[in-house]
Structures are given as structure tokens and as C-alpha cells.
């Protein structure tokens, strides 16, 4: 198993800000994900944070809106930059431990992020 | 383009009963079907979770049915309990594991004392 820990657990932040996001695991994993959940919707994936290179972003997520950093096998940062309203959502860092039908993902409690 | 549909939205349940949450996908290549239960406040934890060669996966009250030619997948949870209310996320991946989930659309469970 894995214990996840993300700091801020909740921020309210002005438009036009940014606001950067730690997500801290108990153990070494060599990826991190970040996701994000919109109020009473479904995970969307936002990238996946490798540790020693650069972050790989999904469709309609960019470096510059997401910046990522993975600068050691247990820490990672997302900053979401100039936010806008529409950024408020909870977001989520995991990491995935085994293969196989043990393949687990676990999450963090998430950042709930509200912007006005 | 949704991958994975998710229905129904929203299910209330008398406790004893039966809740059954289904989800369909479209992409072949996915290998790997979760379902992860969410609480209010927490992220989600993993509930079950069966790949393509078998049919029913069963661990306790929850059983996940596949059927691959339809491409869907179902989450049955026996003997229901308050519980159990909760969010339900059916999730799809390609990667053979957990890693770059595609997620449901997911079901708030009410089981009903």
C-alpha cells in the first residue's frame, strides 16, 4: 500500500493566480500521476510525472497551464497557473504499485481548489 | 470522446439489496478494468479489479461481470449496506495496470437502513 499526502487539502484562490500543489509518498515510485476531478464528475488525467525527465501531458492539458515538477522518487508538484474559474475542481496525485491483477492505484485526498 | 460510459448516475438501494452499477467501453486495447469506490473528502480506493480472460471476478459481496464481445462490464454489490453509499468509478486502461486510468462517469450509491 501507499500513504499519500497533498498539501493544500483546500484553497481559495483570485483569478488570474496560481497555486502549486505538493503531493508527498511514503515509499519510492519511479511515476506519479495527477488528475482532475470537476464537482460531482469523473477523474480526468491530467499527466504523468516521471522522475528525471519531462511531465507527459493528455490531450487538452499543457506544460505551461500544468507546470509539473518530479524532483526526487517521492515528491512532485502540479501548479495550476492564471486560473480561472472554470479550474476549480479537486485534484488528485497516484501512484500505481504492482503488475499484474495486484496492480493497484492509490490516491491521494486530493486539493479542492475553488476560484473566484 | 467518452471511453468509458458509466450508467446509471445516481442509485438507491434498500439495504439487503442488490446494486448493480454498468459500464461499456470502446476501446479494444484496454486490458485492465478497475472499479474504485470514493468517499466524501477521500480519493478513491480500489475495490476489485478483473482483466479480459475471465468472466466474473467475485471477492465478498462484490462481483465485477465481463463480457468482452459487448464490450461492458458490471459491479454487482450483494446484501447492500448504508455502508456502502458511496461514489463508484468503473475505470479502463491499456497499460496492462493501474498507471493512466480512464475513468467513468460514476454512480452515487444510496443504500437506504
Known amino acids: 500500500s501507499a500513504v499519500i499526502s497533498q498539501k493544500p487539502s483546500r484553497d481559495i484562490c483570485q483569478r488570474g493566480t496560481s497555486l502549486t500543489i505538493q503531493c508527498q509518498v511514503d515509499s519510492q515510485v519511479t511515476m506519479m500521476f495527477w488528475y482532475r476531478q470537476q464537482p460531482g464528475q469523473s477523474l480526468t488525467l491530467i499527466a504523468t510525472?516521471?522522475?528525471?525527465?519531462?511531465?507527459?501531458?493528455e490531450s487538452g492539458f499543457v506544460i505551461d497551464k500544468f507546470p509539473i515538477s518530479r524532483p526526487n522518487l517521492t515528491f512532485s508538484t502540479l501548479t495550476v497557473s492564471n486560473m480561472s474559474p472554470e479550474d476549480s475542481s479537486i485534484y488528485l496525485c497516484?501512484?500505481?504499485?504492482?503488475?499484474?491483477?495486484?496492480?493497484?492505484?492509490?490516491f491521494g485526498q486530493g486539493t479542492r481548489l475553488t476560484v473566484v | 470522446q467518452q471511453q468509458v460510459k458509466q450508467s446509471p448516475q445516481s442509485l438507491i438501494v434498500q439495504k439487503g439489496g442488490i446494486s448493480i452499477i454498468n459500464c461499456a467501453y470502446e476501446n479494444t486495447a484496454f486490458d485492465y478494468f478497475p472499479w474504485y469506490q470514493q468517499f466524501p473528502g477521500k480519493g478513491p480506493a480500489l475495490l476489485i479489479a478483473?482483466?479480459?480472460?475471465?468472466s466474473e471476478k467475485k471477492e465478498g459481496r462484490f462481483t465485477i461481470s465481463f463480457n468482452k464481445s459487448a464490450k461492458q462490464f458490471s459491479l454487482h454489490i450483494m446484501d447492500s449496506q448504508p455502508g456502502d453509499s458511496a461514489t463508484y468509478f468503473c475505470?479502463?486502461?491499456?497499460?496492462?495496470?493501474?498507471?493512466?486510468?480512464?475513468f467513468g462517469s460514476g454512480t452515487q450509491l444510496t443504500v437506504l437502513p
Open positions: 478483473i482483466r479480459p480472460d475471465v
Open positions: 497516484s501512484v500505481v504499485y504492482g503488475g499484474g491483477l495486484g496492480t493497484e492505484a492509490f
Open positions: 510525472a516521471n522522475q528525471g525527465s519531462e511531465a507527459t501531458y
Open positions: 475505470a479502463a486502461s491499456s497499460s496492462g495496470s493501474a498507471r493512466q486510468l480512464t
